[in-house]
């Protein structure tokens, strides 16, 4: 995450420099139900998965860019997020 740039939009803990206030903050994001302002429905770690992969393809008009990662990328990000409380 600190590799992709993350943190200049996001806070997030555990990742030095992470103090971005332009996204929410990701504390909690493994638990919540929604994403992207509420629009985004998360009923499981494939929809995180997901919409790292490709957030204007499944919010189209989102800030949160396409960031290019591969399979693994997103999905050892997924499992970090899962982590935070």
């Known amino acids: 995450m600190a590799q992709k740039g993350c943190g200049a939009c996001h806070v997030i803990p555990g990742v030095a420099g992470a103090t971005g206030t332009i996204g929410p903050s990701l504390a909690g994001v493994g638990t919540r139900t929604t994403i992207a302002g509420g629009i985004v429905p ?39 997020l899962e982590l935070l409380r």
């Open 42 to 80: 998360v009923q499981g770690r494939d929809d995180l998965v997901r919409w790292l992969l490709d957030p204007p393809a499944v919010k189209p008009g989102t800030q949160m860019p396409k960031l290019n990662l591969t399979q693994d990328e997103s999905d050892n990000m997924v499992a970090y």
